[in-house]
Structure formats: C-alpha cells, structure tokens
C-alpha cells in the first residue's frame, strides 16, 4: 500500500468502531447495521486501490452511507410488507445503571428512524459524523442548498417527534 | 407620488441551520442576525434546533455485537457464500434426518398375502361351494302329460 493509505485490516481494526455508530443511526438496528458494515467494507477493499489520503472516516462515512441509500432504494423498488409495530419486541428494556440516559437515547434514535431517510442521512452526516455541508453534498451527489434544507427540515421534525 | 422601496429579501427559515453550523457567508450570516434582533418566532426556532442538534450529537457511540469484526469477511462473494453454505448446511441436516429417522418397511404397508392366503384356505375349507351354498332356485319341472 502507498503512504497514507491503510490496509483493509487496519480499517476495520481502528475504524470499524466508527462505520458501525455510523451506520446503527442510519439503519436504527443491529441486525442492519451489521450488513451495512460488511458491505461497506468490501466497497472500502475495492476503494483503497484508489483512495487518496485525506479525512478517512470521511470517506469511510460516505462509503457507509452510499450502502445505506443504495439499500433504501432497493428495498423501495421491492417493498416488504411490515410486520405490525410493537415496541416490545424492537426495544428491549433496558436494564443499564443510565437507564434514564439510554431511554433518551433510544426515543432520539426513533426519532431519527422516523424521518424521511434523505433527512435522516443528512442530519446524521451532519451531526453524528460531522461533515461539513460541502462535504455532504459531495457524498450524496446533492447540492449545498438542498443539504442546507434537508438538515434544517430534518431537525424541525425531529425537534417536534422529540418534543 | 409613489415611491418603490427595495423589497427585502425574503430569508428562507433553513439559513437558521446553516448560520447554527456556521455554514453562512458573510451577507447570510448579517442577515440572519439582523432578524434574530427583531423576530422572536427565529429566535425561538434557532433554540429549538440548537438543543435538538445536541441532543443527536450526545447520542451514544454504538458498540457492534463481539467479535463481529473478526468474523468479517471483506471478499465481495462472502455474502452469496455464506448464503450457499447455509442452504447446504440445512440440506445437509435434512438429509441426515431422512436418512436417519425410521422408515416405513413395505412389509409393513404391504398386505400380508400369506396370512391371507391361509385365512381364505381356511375359510375354502370351512365352507361349502358359494356357487352350491347359494338357495336352490324354484324350478319349474316339466308335468309329463
């Protein structure tokens, strides 16, 4: 490998932490975040032929979240019938010292599971990873002003389901 | 005498975001600052999005199940292979079941064409001819003149 770009093990050792956090507040569950890491880390073993250093979790971001929308369209192009919400089932109580901490968290991640997934990547781009609106725009394909829109959307919506 | 005054420019509620993450330029940022002084509504939704921009940013990192990194395959095919090795590991534990669980002796559908055989014997032997067991007809037998 060239200077400055590490090896597929080295990402999933030092960076697998951070496409999986990235990829739960996308997907909302562990079962999905799980193939979202795996598939993304065969799009980053073809990448890393190419990849120019710079901000990696950046890039390793863009790459998670271009599996996340790839897999939103294609469950859009065939949709499942859902099996009838119960809350029960999806969340198991809690049982953590923060349990006060961890429903706050939980109700912010259903929160973020209930909007629209082009708000939903754009808030979490935003906020979880940090990306800037320029950089966001580049990974999504979208322009800055409609990357201005969807988070400032976003958060309005998320502010009412929090509120 | 009417005088135009210049209209001013109606500011989209979305810069709010964009001057929260210092994503405004210079003339955006003025602007959303020169109605923050006097629209109340702004300010109240700049709070608004201000906490709930914490709130997502507090949100704890998310921790994958163990050792699921170690089970990680990055080959392309490793998906489709587990898939194909699955489905050859059910078939192959149904194999296993059809080829171990009881089965079904002929001998034990079959009909038992000894016994059978005897028990008719047996019963021929009883018996006397059906064809002469049978009543005897009223036959009508001819009057000599």
Redesign the interface.
Known sequence: MPDGVPT?EEV??DH??FL??VA??LAGN?SD??DL???A??R???GLETYKPGSLEGWLARIVTNVFLDEVRRKRRRPVVALPENPDLVVPPSVAADEA?EA??DE??HA?QALPDEFRTA??L???VGL??DEISEAQGIPVGTV??R???G??L??SA?S | MTTDVPATPEL???????YL?D?CDADERAAVEARLTTDAEWRA?LD??T???A???A???????AG??ER?D???W??TARWISGFAAVAAVAAGFMLAAPSSSHDDVTPPIAALADSHGATQSLATDPISALAPLAVATPSTP
Request: charge should be positive; include cysteine; hydrophobic fraction near 35%.
């Open positions: 597929w999933a050792r697998g932490r999986y956090n739960y507040r562990d975040a799980q890491v795996q598939e880390l065969v980053v073993r073809r901490s706050l968290s912010v991640q973020l808030v979490v935003c906020d979880v800037s609106y201005r829109s988070i400032h959307r958060r309005r998320l502010r929090l | 989209p509620e979305e810069l709010l975001s964009a993450d994503e939704i608004e999005i906490e709930t921009r709130v997502v940013r949100l704890p990192q998310r921790e994958p199940p699921f990194f990680l990055p080959r392309p490793s998906k």
